[in-house]
């Protein structure tokens, strides 16, 4: 019977696995090969070409410092709007500390809708600015329960009747102690968000219009779904060749795209199994 | 506890409210202010008048909703796809309980670690890998059908396959991360309850049946009640990207269509309205969802 098991993982593996590594040795082949169907398991007649291609694009560059610096000063603004509430959410004699739970976890299943939210940015003037990528939307209810929790369930309540007979106030205690027993959640909430800010292309469809501002997501949905590259070409053999380039492009923008968050994970993962564990279940 | 004591234990926590001020103040900006933003659904609104002063519009834009061919068709692809992704909501479920089957730790971590990876690639990449693998004529599964001699369907290029693809390329990528909190549920059985079930003589299909699964069915069913509130909700952000003029009679949902009629064509209060439907819709099948849950199996949201 266990075997049955085994051998089940290593075909689920296999269907994991076999696209992305496709997409890896396609990066590198020949595109021509890659379309007949000639490469499947090595990359066949092995260029660079893709990889050359992309230098020339300057939009992905600036897409990619756009993103990097969103993800950056958002992940970071985000992460102290979040924990601090959390932690004090998290504890017991928080006055309030229901109707405060109600007012936040309200915002989860009611909103005001694309429009509202929309005219609302507009309002403030947000729209096209780079503060409209990191602050309006830090806020994450979700994160917020799941730290909540972590604080509840890791960090015994005598410690800060201990601090308090020493004279520590709330604001020193929670910086001074409690956020260094918290890395384990901290990494955590810093991978989920990090991750979403480096993939988030909804809020720049909406609410950006200067292309100096476009984060990758924006610039690659412009690659790789909405084909923008292809309406310069010509007709005939030249056609053909500029098509397997854009499609060579393709596969290399994907990894290039994608490296650096997948970079990310092994460091956090460690952390994974103190911190989702105790975080998401209640 | 009277009021002074209250105010006393407020004072001598004024730290804790300091720290909850910035995620309060930017609730209330950004998500309770456009709140307040959705009655221009019942209004003409002109961007010139501001929501107070455009001139009450009453339900107009919702029959206008109600009436356009746009309400069945949008309606159904959203319940379809939603259905049909609940439908897969099991599987995270049996890879948990695959999981904590494996023995050999080296595989074990193996295994989640690359089951996890297809979670942190983004959705524009993600359609961007769908649209290359599965072209009929240059992708990965053109090649494979015609390794066999058979014609490749053109998966994105028709309605009928619009769904399915969705659906399962969702699986593909997030089916391992989903299941990590049904690992932790998994991990906090007490082994001693599987010490005594060998003893009685237990077998591995008896032990998963009587002790695992009814671990995990409270996680299971407060995140199916959250799924089902969000069963109109289904996600704007790939549906519109794998949207084309072939698959649209399948694949234009209400996010999708409340984005076209808001954003692309700017009639504000008509695009408002379909959305307020939307969430209303929503708002009550979750509580619909969680008094049954609460009536049949003593876990609710609330």
């Not at chain 1, 379309?35 to 939009?59: I, R």
Request: with cysteine; aromatic share 14%.
């Amino acid at each position: 019977m266990e075997w049955l098991l085994y051998l089940f993982a290593i075909v689920m593996l296999i269907l994991i696995v076999y696209p992305i590594y496709f997409i890896v040795i396609a990066s590198f082949s020949d595109p021509a090969a890659v379309a007949n169907g000639q490469m499947w398991v090595l990359p066949k007649g092995f260029t660079l070409d893709g990889y050359k291609e992309l230098l020339n694009h300057s939009n992905i560059w600036i897409g990619y410092r756009n993103t990097l610096l969103y993800t950056v000063i958002g992940t970071i603004i985000s992460l102290a709007i979040n924990v601090s509430a959390a932690y004090a959410l998290s504890r017991k004699d928080l006055v309030g500390r229901k109707s405060i739970n109600i007012f936040f976890i309200f915002t989860m299943f009611f909103n005001g809708g694309l429009i509202p939210t929309f005219l609302t940015i507009r309002d403030f003037h947000l729209y096209d600015t780079f503060l409209v990528m990191v602050l309006p939307f830090s806020v994450a209810v979700f994160n917020i329960i799941v730290a909540r929790t972590f604080f509840q369930s890791s960090i015994p309540g005598d410690l800060w009747e201990a601090a308090q007979l020493d004279g520590c106030g709330n604001l020193k205690y929670y910086v001074q102690i409690v956020l260094p027993l918290s890395k384990a959640i901290l990494s955590v909430l810093a991978l989920w968000t990090a991750v979403g800010y480096w993939n988030s292309y909804f809020n720049a469809l909406i609410y950006l219009k200067d292309q100096d501002l476009y984060p990758l997501q924006l610039v690659l949905r412009n690659i790789l779904i909405t084909n923008q590259m292809q309406s310069s070409m010509g007709t005939g053999e030249a056609a053909l060749i500029a098509l397997r380039l854009a499609n060579l492009m393709r596969y290399s923008v994907i990894i290039v795209s994608t490296l650096p968050i997948m970079c990310m994970y092994p460091f956090v993962q460690k952390y994974f199994n103190q911190g989702v564990m105790i975080g998401a279940v209640k | 506890m009277n009021m002074q004591q209250t105010i006393g234990r407020i004072r001598k926590n004024w730290g804790l409210y300091v720290l909850l001020l910035p995620a309060v103040v930017l609730l209330l900006l950004f998500s309770y202010k456009p709140m307040y933003g959705v009655l221009i659904a019942f209004k003409d609104y002109s961007p010139a008048l501001g929501i107070m002063d455009s001139p009450w519009a009453g339900f107009k834009y919702f029959e206008k909703f109600f009436n356009s061919y746009q309400f069945s068709s949008t309606i159904k692809n959203t319940l379809i796809i939603s259905f049909y992704s609940i439908a897969t909501f099991p599987i995270p479920i049996m890879l948990a309980l695959m999981i904590n089957q494996m023995r050999v730790n080296r595989f074990k971590q193996v295994f989640q670690t690359v089951t996890y990876m297809p979670h942190f690639i983004s959705t524009v990449v993600m359609v961007g890998l769908i649209l290359i693998l599965s072209s009929p004529s240059t992708g990965l599964i053109g090649n494979i059908f015609r390794l066999f001699g058979a014609e490749a369907p053109n998966l994105m290029g028709s309605a009928e396959w619009f769904t399915s693809v969705y659906v399962w390329t969702d699986v593909w990528q997030h089916a391992g991360w989903d299941s990590i909190i049904f690992i932790a549920a998994l991990s906090a059985v007490d082994p001693s309850l599987y010490e005594a079930a060998k003893v009685d003589g237990a077998s591995r299909w008896q032990r998963i049946r009587f002790i695992d699964i009814p671990m995990l069915l409270p996680t299971a069913i407060t995140l199916l009640i959250l799924r089902i509130g969000g069963l109109l909700g289904v996600g704007f952000e790939k549906v519109y990207l794998m949207q084309n003029n072939l698959n649209i009679s399948s694949s234009e949902v209400i996010a999708t269509y409340v984005y076209k009629i808001g954003m692309l064509s700017s009639q504000y209060s008509f695009s408002s309205a379909i959305n307020l439907f939307n969430t209303i819709i929503s708002f009550i099948l979750l509580i619909l969802v969680n008094q049954a849950a609460k009536k049949y199996s003593e876990n609710s949201l609330w």
